[in-house]
């Protein structure tokens, strides 16, 4: 056998070879599967504010100025971003704890303790409804209707109040 004739046959054997050992290798591409993470879990996506620390809270809203408020267990807390501010008695929000916020869309804030159900008017809570301590009302649900006024959801029924 010439060399010439053992190339012809050693070059189908080398071609069919390579096709056989590259072939295995062009299956390797794998179809994109994306991995859906859980957004809750990305802890870049969270904020801790020691502030709120063993302050009990039970209740967040937001005013359409952006301040967030936290009702707790013994406190009512206004952040706007770069300070905080207590409300208690001082400023005539009575009774703990804050069970309940609510902000309507005009700004007003509302807040349900056991002694009843507060507005903030300036920098002064004043009372709204203020039951007798003897009636053991819990505050549920605090909701702006469009003339206005308020409906409370309480353990003694519904309430709407009326403002002005």
Request: glycine share 18%; net charge neutral; proline share 4%.
């Given at each position: 056998m010439t060399k010439k004739k053992r190339r012809r046959r050693f070059y189908p054997l080398l071609l069919?070879?390579?096709?056989i050992l590259g072939g295995s290798g062009a299956n390797g591409a794998k179809p994109y599967l994306p991995e859906i993470v859980n957004p809750l879990l990305e802890t870049w996506r969270w904020k801790q504010?020691?502030?709120?620390?063993?302050?009990?809270?039970?209740?967040?809203?937001?005013?359409?100025?952006?301040r967030v408020w936290f009702g707790g267990d013994s406190t009512l807390m206004e952040y706007d971003g770069y300070r905080w501010i207590d409300h208690d008695q001082e400023n005539g929000l009575l009774g703990h704890p804050v069970s309940n916020l609510h902000t309507d869309n005009k700004g007003g804030i509302y807040a349900a303790t056991p002694l009843g159900i507060f507005s903030l008017q300036g920098d002064t809570w004043s009372a709204l409804f203020a039951p007798e301590p003897s009636l053991?009302?819990?505050?549920?649900?605090i909701r702006s209707l469009a003339d206005g006024s308020l409906l409370v959801c309480s353990n003694q029924g519904l309430l709407r109040i009326k403002k002005g």
């Open positions: 069919l070879g390579l096709f504010f020691s502030r709120l620390e063993g302050k009990g809270v039970r209740c967040i809203s937001e005013s359409p100025d952006g053991g009302f819990n505050f549920f649900q």
